[in-house]
């Protein structure tokens, strides 16, 4: 039972440095981001890409919740684009919106989480030629609060699955 008691407060022990070592040395800054190659041009790829309903056909949260609502506002494909999502757990209650657009090259958008968390995000969509090819890249820059720092491992590894799955959706409509 001893031995018992000293792997357990051992275990406890090296969870707890862990968390304390994560809260004081990880920024709260998080950048995430993926790159596909799509055998397509950018006008092609771009009409995936340039409004907030044409996001939403590649979005991998989306499907996240069959139940999902999403109501539109805006002139899509313009600044000022943008949606209202309300899910089950999985996704919960956010809003998205078209900062800034360079036509065949960028669709920037602002996040606002309201559930479960009241929080922001920046992401962006770029576009670039490689020959007949586009290259794809999507990125998100977020803070995270201190106490959620020991998380940030998994919440990295979680956007990295989600960009991939996205991309990949991205990917397979395009080259239709």
Do not use: R
């Not at 000293?6 to 981001?33: G, P, R």
């Not at 790159?35 to 995936?48: G, L």
């Not at 989306?62 to 943008?82: A, I």
């Amino acid at each position: 039972m001893k031995k018992f008691l000293k792997i357990i407060s051992a275990v406890v022990a090296v969870i707890i440095a862990y968390c304390l070592i994560a809260i004081i040395f990880f920024d709260s800054q998080c950048h995430n981001e993926q790159s596909v190659v799509i055998n397509a041009p950018k006008e092609k790829v771009w009409q995936h890409t340039n409004s907030m309903k044409a996001f939403n056909t590649w979005n991998p949260w989306m499907e996240m919740d069959p139940n999902l609502t999403v109501t539109y506002k805006g002139t899509p494909g313009e600044v000022g684009d943008g949606n209202h999502y309300k899910g089950n757990d999985k996704v919960g209650e956010g809003e998205q919106e078209i900062t800034a657009i360079v036509p065949f090259e960028k669709v920037a958008t602002k996040m606002h989480f309201i559930q479960p968390m009241d929080d922001t995000a920046n992401s962006d969509v770029l576009l670039a030629s490689e020959g007949s090819k586009t290259k794809v890249t999507w990125t998100i820059d977020y803070e995270i609060n201190t106490l959620f720092k020991p998380m940030k491992p998994l919440m990295t590894s979680q956007m990295n699955k989600s960009f991939s799955e996205g991309l990949a959706k991205l990917k397979a409509l395009s080259e239709k």
